[in-house]
């Protein structure tokens, strides 16, 4: 039997490391092999030591081609942290054509001329991603090319990132034997994931909380118009939990998924539960803890993530005002009760987003991102005829520029 398209979608995070080969036949797609490992090397999203990163992804490349049976060449990579950050800019041109009618060509020389911003000299424009066109004053215009006009202008948001932790990544991917199909941030892989062109289209936000970072991706009218990662994460849960209650991390974090909630139910035959003395053993001590003592502990911790997003919303006047509403996704997502909290606190429809669309894959919203970057692939195929496969490290100035080309495609 021929087998179909096969992409590897590669998830360097903070706490873990995922790769998801998956094949593409006819309209579906399907797990050849899913494997993860704890990651080392990184620092709140970002990799900060190459070389153990290095030497991790290429232990678990080991156990996924043994695991579906292909030799691994290429992978789609996301990029993560807090370094990762979006700002408004503009650009205006006149129109080259004698007759007036806008080409392409004028569309990429207004998006080129919004990148000529100051920015911090360690920092690069990663990609430009387009808010309204702007024709003679006629503005909302989103596909400008065909139509006539004398002057042309964009506004637009940069996503921007730090020199040196994009080297980081690809100097570990790189060090593993591995190519690099593409890089994607990390929140626009979860959303493509999660978010349907509908939600997209209408307005809608998803919330991507991680082991050390939470990122916010909000779109309408089927564009990214925001973008933003914070320092917070469930990691931050668990360190409160290992604080509050006295006793190891390792611990804390089993707690946390077996008991741990971000609201107290206050009636009916739960209350007496909330009162009740749960017992954990770490094999030499005995701890001792009421439910209400480990949710006095989360939701703090979970309200002041929630309070972060509400406030970026507000920022850029989304807050309430979003049809389709928050996906939440991302381990952290996987708290008991935290679609409830941030119904409450955002005020806004809230659901839990698990990736659809890969057969045999775990419905685990904690997959969001390895999946989207799977998922996301399809719009590759032209751009990976351009040569940029197989880069060696001396190669990497030359085509750092054309990654930045590539993040287009995440544009609906």
């Known amino acids: 039997m021929s087998r179909g398209h096969i992409v590897t979608g590669l998830d360097i995070g903070t706490s873990t490391i995922k790769v998801l080969v998956a094949e593409k036949r006819a309209s579906e797609w399907e797990v050849l092999s899913y494997v993860k490992m704890p990651s080392f090397g990184l620092r709140r999203g970002a990799v900060v030591n190459p070389e153990e990163t290095a030497k991790n992804l290429q232990l678990l490349l080991d156990g996924v081609q043994k695991d579906c049976g292909q030799k691994i060449h290429s992978v789609l990579?996301?990029?993560g942290g807090s370094h990762l950050h979006v700002t408004p800019s503009?650009?205006?041109?006149?129109?080259?054509?004698?007759?007036?009618?806008?080409?392409?060509?004028?569309?990429?020389?207004?998006?080129?001329?919004?990148r000529a911003i100051n920015i911090p000299l360690n920092e690069e424009i990663l990609d430009v991603f387009p808010k309204e066109f702007i024709i003679d004053e006629e503005r909302g215009i989103k596909q400008p090319i065909g139509l006539t006009g004398v002057r042309l202008e964009a506004k637009v948001i940069l996503l921007c990132y730090f020199q040196s932790?994009?080297?980081?990544?690809?100097?570990?991917?790189?060090?593993?034997?591995?190519?690099?199909?593409?890089?994607?941030?990390?929140?626009?892989a979860a959303a493509e994931a999660v978010l349907t062109r509908?939600?997209?289209?209408?307005?809608?936000?998803?919330?991507?909380?991680?082991?050390?970072?939470?990122s916010l991706a909000v779109f309408e009218e089927g564009d990214l118009i925001h973008l933003a990662i914070f320092p917070l994460g469930s990691a931050n849960i668990t360190n409160d939990i290992a604080i509050g209650l006295r006793t190891d991390v390792s611990?804390?974090?089993?707690?946390?998924?077996?008991?741990?909630?971000?609201?107290?139910?206050?009636?009916?035959?739960?209350?007496?539960?909330?009162?009740?003395?749960?017992?954990v053993s770490d094999g030499a001590h005995s701890l001792s803890f009421t439910k209400k003592q480990l949710v006095g502990i989360i939701e703090p911790r979970v309200s002041e993530i929630l309070d972060l997003m509400q406030k970026e919303l507000k920022?850029?006047?989304?807050?309430?005002?979003?049809?389709?509403?928050?996906?939440?996704t991302g381990g952290g997502a996987k708290l008991p009760k935290i679609k409830d909290l941030a119904k409450q606190q955002l005020k806004l429809p809230v659901q839990i987003g698990i990736p659809k669309g890969i057969l045999g894959l775990e419905e685990d919203p904690a997959l969001a991102t390895v999946a989207g970057l799977v998922m996301g692939s399809a719009y590759f195929d032209d751009i990976h005829q351009e040569g940029v496969l197989g880069l060696s490290m001396e190669a990497l100035k030359g085509w750092l520029p054309k990654f930045r080309r590539m993040f287009r495609v995440f544009i609906p």
């Open 77 to 79: 990579v996301n990029i």
């Open 165 to 188: 932790y994009f080297i980081n990544l690809t100097q570990a991917v790189l060090g593993a034997k591995l190519q690099i199909d593409d890089i994607v941030p990390s929140p626009l």
């Open 198 to 214: 509908e939600q997209k289209e209408i307005g809608a936000a998803v919330i991507d909380i991680g082991s050390a970072t939470t």
């Open 251 to 279: 611990i804390a974090e089993d707690i946390k998924k077996q008991h741990g909630s971000c609201i107290l139910q206050k009636s009916g035959k739960e209350s007496g539960a909330t009162k009740k003395k749960l017992e």
């Open 90 to 114: 503009d650009g205006l041109i006149s129109v080259s054509r004698a007759d007036h009618i806008i080409s392409e060509e004028d569309r990429d020389r207004v998006l080129q001329a919004t």
């Open 315 to 328: 920022s850029i006047g989304r807050s309430e005002l979003l049809p389709g509403g928050i996906v939440l």
